[in-house]
């Protein structure tokens, strides 16, 4: 309900979080399988994910452009309307699930195998994630630069986006029209890596550019400058309710900010803002947010006795042997 309200007030910015909500939902069993199973599923849908979405994209009505949208309150008063929301949640909009799904499982695998309190574990998922990202962003270089893939594309822009050729770089100029994946007028689309694409191979390269800053974020919690991590871990505390604040604030006095000022601006006001919040309610449920309060009271988060005798917890899942997992 949150992304659907704040889409309809035209921040400017394109709201996840009614795809967040999807996502959540759509991962739920993932957090079931055993971890080589898991693993299996994250690498499949690194590549079947943005398969499918290339296949489906003339069905949706999305072959040429189009995709990219976000859905909005206005949108459920139609079942017209209800049906584009639902395949902008999963296939065509700006952060579809068919292409957003890998993250969500390599994520799951992560929490999965790595200790995030022994910095081996920091160094080795950094060194991963530097080999994803070689490997992702180098491919789709090779693909396009020095195996033709770029000639392809131009001419499959020619017979079904000339509109673009004039533009100094016309893959740029078809891509900059949508949002979440790539036309489906020519397979090598899919051997990119441009942003927003969500190819199979920019989805290793995000992923490893991801894991490089969680193990460096790792590596960061050493006890001795723990505390100048402090401002972040306050405003990582609440980041549903500054994320809605920030969307707010583009919707009212900061509509069409985007500069590096306002940024700074933004993320002074972030950090003591969030600072201040828990300041004057720790100690209470409200201390790590007002948002975040409602969502632990919608999860039910005050009785948590009612999931820890079920054996088909998501936490029968996590490798017991790994030290610090039961706290």
């Known amino acids: 309900m949150l992304g659907l309200v704040l889409a309809s007030l035209q921040t400017g910015i394109l709201v996840i979080l009614s795809f967040y909500a999807v996502y959540f939902l759509a991962c739920e069993p993932f957090t079931r399988l055993r971890t080589p199973v898991l693993a299996v599923a ?3 849908s690194v ?10 994209g003339p069905l949706f009505g999305v072959r040429v452009q189009g995709r990219g949208g976000t859905p909005s309150l206005s949108e459920l008063t139609s079942w017209d309307g209800a049906g584009r929301a639902l395949g902008d949640v999963l296939a065509t909009g700006a952060y579809p699930l068919l292409t957003y799904l890998p993250y969500l499982l390599i994520g799951l695998l992560l929490g999965r195998v790595v200790d995030p309190r022994c910095l081996a574990d920091a160094w080795r998922v950094a060194g991963w994630g530097t080999v994803a990202t070689v490997a992702g962003y180098g491919g789709a270089w090779l693909a396009t630069e020095r195996f033709g893939g770029r000639e392809r594309l131009l001419t ?7 509109g673009a050729l ?5 893959m740029h100029a078809v891509l900059a029209r949508q949002f979440g994946a790539v036309p489906s007028t020519s397979w090598d689309w899919l051997l990119i890596a441009e942003p927003y694409s969500q190819t199979p191979l920019e989805t290793v390269g995000n992923a490893g550019v991801g894991s490089v800053l969680i193990g460096l974020a790792m590596a960061l919690t050493c006890p001795r400058i723990l505390w100048l991590l402090r401002p972040l871990a306050v405003v990582g505390a609440m980041s549903l309710s500054v994320y809605v604040v920030h969307s707010l604030a583009l919707a009212w006095f900061a509509h069409g900010a985007g500069s590096w000022q306002a940024l700074g601006w933004f993320s002074l006001a972030a950090v003591a803002g969030a600072s201040a919040w828990q300041f004057v309610w720790r100690g209470t449920p409200l201390q790590h947010g007002p948002l975040e309060w409602v969502l632990r009271l919608a999860a039910g988060r005050g009785h948590p006795a009612s999931c820890s005798s079920s054996p088909s917890s998501s936490h029968a899942a996590l490798p017991s042997n790994r030290p610090g997992w039961d706290r």
């Open 166 to 170: 004039a533009a100094a770089d016309p």
């Open 156 to 162: 499959a822009i020619a017979e079904h986006h000339s």
């Open 42 to 44: 994250a690498a499949g």
């Open 47 to 56: 590549v079947l994910g943005p398969l499918a979405s290339y296949v489906l």
